[in-house]
């Protein structure tokens, strides 16, 4: 069975930083996209970030470009969303993807659960 487990979520003042991991298990995600989405109380779940499967292709929200780096660990089966800067309106529960695809911005097809984050003012 497949299963996407987040972590680092948290409570975190403005221009703060965080990082987040997800990690994969039941099947290995070495050759698929991965990517994190996120969804704020009120508002529909929106794209974040999404990496390829060699991390030769990163793709990022507008509003999160230049403060977000997503990264992979294929050895760890694990992705990664650096977060700094982070500002009020990133507060919502941050969730990771993983496609079917080798290369994917919005074609995913396995989540986490969701890990919050909240940013104070």
């Known amino acids: 069975q497949v299963q996407l487990v987040e972590s680092g979520g948290g409570l975190v003042q403005a221009g703060g930083s965080l990082r987040l991991s997800c990690a994969a298990s039941?099947?290995?995600?070495?050759?698929?996209?991965m990517g994190w989405f996120r969804q704020a109380p009120g508002k529909e779940r929106e794209f974040v970030a999404a990496i390829s499967w060699s991390g030769g292709s990163t793709y990022y929200a507008d509003s999160v470009k230049g403060r977000f780096t997503i990264s992979r660990d294929n050895a760890k089966n694990t992705v990664y969303l650096q977060m700094n800067s982070l500002k009020p309106e990133d507060t919502a529960v941050y969730y990771c993807?993983?496609?079917?695809?080798?290369?994917?911005?919005?074609?995913?097809?396995?989540w986490g659960q969701g890990t919050q984050v909240t940013v104070s003012s």
């Open positions: 993807a993983a496609s079917l695809l080798m290369v994917a911005r919005y074609e995913f097809h396995y």
């Open positions: 039941g099947r290995t995600f070495s050759k698929n996209a």
